[in-house]
């Protein structure tokens, strides 16, 4: 059995050469005036013809690539206005002081300070006031040692919302900043 396979195997190799190589022989030959097979075939490789066109190899002409122009761009405006996300350089504004960035994204900030929640609640509040905004929402939840203060500022099209969380036991302040224009 395993001489069949072996047998097999083989022979699938050298078929496979073979129709490789006059793959590669036939490229370089014209064939008949059928194209279905080697009816009148001339191998031109050795064959050099007088008055070819500049640029042809032994008179075959090889065509060059043409480029196509792109299509037109289409513009497509949505139906109703699309919230777009901040520039970083609008998130970096709203860091905590000595605090640490656990994630950045184009329109959010993950941050932890050791600061106590109450100041790093008031920074906030100012800075917003700072940017020209209105504190359109502020709570304060405390329960069990376990602090969560919210604060959303608007103006105009520019709107923030930021969390200020401190789990009971913890010696960190988690902060998290959420802008969009």
């Not at 069949?4 to 083989?10: D, H, P, T, Y």
């Not at 008949?32 to 050099?48: A, F, K, Q, Y």
């Amino acid at each position: 059995m395993r001489k069949f396979i072996l047998l097999f195997a083989f022979s699938t190799f050298i078929i496979g050469v073979v129709v490789i190589n006059n793959n590669t022989l036939s490229g370089s030959r014209v064939r008949g005036m059928s194209g279905r097979g080697n009816i009148n075939e001339e191998v031109l490789s050795d064959i050099d013809i007088e008055g070819a066109p500049e640029g042809s190899e032994n008179g075959i002409i090889h065509p060059s690539p043409t480029m196509k122009p792109f299509p037109d761009l289409v513009t497509v405006s949505p139906s109703k206005p699309v919230s777009t996300p901040a520039d970083v350089s609008d998130v970096d504004k709203f860091i905590y002081p000595d605090a640490g960035i656990l994630g950045k994204s184009v329109n959010g900030i993950e941050l932890r300070s050791y600061g106590d929640p109450g100041p790093v609640t008031d920074w906030y509040k100012d800075k917003i006031k700072e940017k020209g905004m209105s504190v359109t929402s502020f709570v304060t939840t405390s329960a069990n040692g376990n602090i969560l203060n919210k604060l959303s500022g608007a103006s105009g099209n520019e709107e923030v919302n930021i969390e200020i969380k401190r789990d009971a036991g913890e010696e960190f302040t988690q902060i998290k900043i959420s802008l969009e224009h």
